[in-house]
């Protein structure tokens, strides 16, 4: 049976996804505040981010 195109995009993703290290998903979640502080003081702005 053939499999939708939207599932071999799905797999794709999540692959992606997966492959990206901890300490690189560790560092952007630990920069949100800093991030949302800088758009914030723009009032939704372009920022260097």
Known sequence: MFRNPSQDQ???CQDAFHSIEKSIIKSL????????DAI??????YIKY
Do not use: N
């Open 10 to 12: 799905v797999q794709v």
């Open 29 to 36: 979640y630990e920069s949100l505040p800093d991030r949302m």
């Open 40 to 45: 914030l003081k723009v009032h939704g702005w």
